[in-house]
């Protein structure tokens, strides 16, 4: 019924490596964290490894900056309670500043490994928690945080960087209302992205927001407000081209 309710790459060897887990002897996860827009690396990212417990201030466990090809190494010991979450700020896309490109991942405790970070695994992560989201950080219930935590992987796969099993699981695919939505909001978010500053800016204007992590949690809270605005702005921005069949972006299939 949860599921229901909520569905309204390795790093190289010369990866940043952060973190410290092993240096204290306990059980410890290692992730392997890419940063990319729309498929492209972003280098130079501030990538910011986070718990989130209830009753406590989100801490920040490591902070490092992605390298030429938009990976960083994180350690840190495994928590009973809570979760972490992989926050990114900025960086360059083919030497080009994307200052209000922010992605985002939640890891709940059972996973590790690869973490891509993208359009896709950001909107996972907040509509499970959006509730929680404020002023850029976790706040909330332990209920609500293993609840919530454990439902990001039904819309996204953060170890591949696309959709979640459940969200997949259907015969009619390519005509989910659900996918269509994502995408059209990827598609926008990744605007912030390829520096289409005239897109970009609208975007985060009409979600009263400075950088897209932001923008997308208040479309997770209040979808509704601007609505026909965000739709709008998707097909002006991703226009058919003449001769073709469907819009200029790559997140398919999309609402019409």
């Known amino acids: 019924m949860k599921k229901t309710v909520l569905l309204l790459a390795i790093a190289n060897t010369c990866a940043i490596v952060a973190g410290s887990a092993s240096a204290h002897n306990l059980p410890s996860n290692d992730y392997k964290v890419t940063v990319e827009s729309d498929g492209q690396a972003v280098s130079g990212a501030q990538v910011q490894m986070i718990k989130a417990q209830s009753g406590l201030a989100p801490k920040i466990i490591s902070t490092a900056?992605?390298?030429?090809?938009?990976?960083?190494?994180?350690?840190?010991?495994?928590?009973?309670?809570?979760?972490?979450?992989?926050?990114?700020?900025?960086?360059?896309?083919?030497?080009?500043?994307?200052?209000?490109?922010?992605?985002?991942?939640?890891?709940?405790?059972?996973?590790?490994?690869?973490?891509?970070?993208?359009?896709?695994?950001?909107?996972?992560?907040?509509?499970?928690?959006?509730?929680f989201y404020k002023d850029g950080q976790f706040n909330g219930n332990a209920n609500g945080f293993k609840i919530g935590s454990e439902q990001v992987q039904n819309l996204a796969n953060i170890n591949t960087g696309s959709f979640g099993d459940t969200v997949l699981n259907g015969a009619n695919v390519t005509e989910s209302q659900t996918i269509g939505r994502m995408n059209m909001m990827a598609a926008l978010m990744s605007t912030c992205g390829a520096n289409i500053s005239s897109s970009c800016?609208?975007?985060?204007?009409?979600?009263?927001?400075?950088?897209?992590?932001?923008?997308?949690?208040?479309?997770?809270?209040?979808?509704?407000?601007?609505?026909?605005?965000?739709?709008?702005?998707?097909?002006?921005?991703?226009?058919?081209?003449e001769g073709q069949a469907r819009r200029s972006t790559d997140f398919l299939p999309y609402l019409t």
């Open 65 to 131: 900056k992605t390298n030429h090809e938009g990976k960083v190494i994180f350690s840190s010991e495994v928590i009973d309670n809570g979760f972490y979450y992989f926050k990114s700020i900025g960086g360059k896309i083919d030497g080009n500043e994307v200052p209000n490109y922010s992605t985002l991942a939640v890891s709940n405790n059972e996973q590790n490994g690869p973490v891509i970070m993208n359009e896709i695994t950001t909107i996972g992560s907040v509509y499970p928690l959006a509730q």
């Open 201 to 241: 800016g609208q975007f985060l204007t009409i979600n009263h927001a400075d950088n897209t992590i932001d923008a997308i949690a208040n479309i997770a809270v209040a979808p509704y407000a601007h609505a026909k605005q965000n739709s709008d702005l998707f097909f002006s921005t991703f226009p058919v081209p």
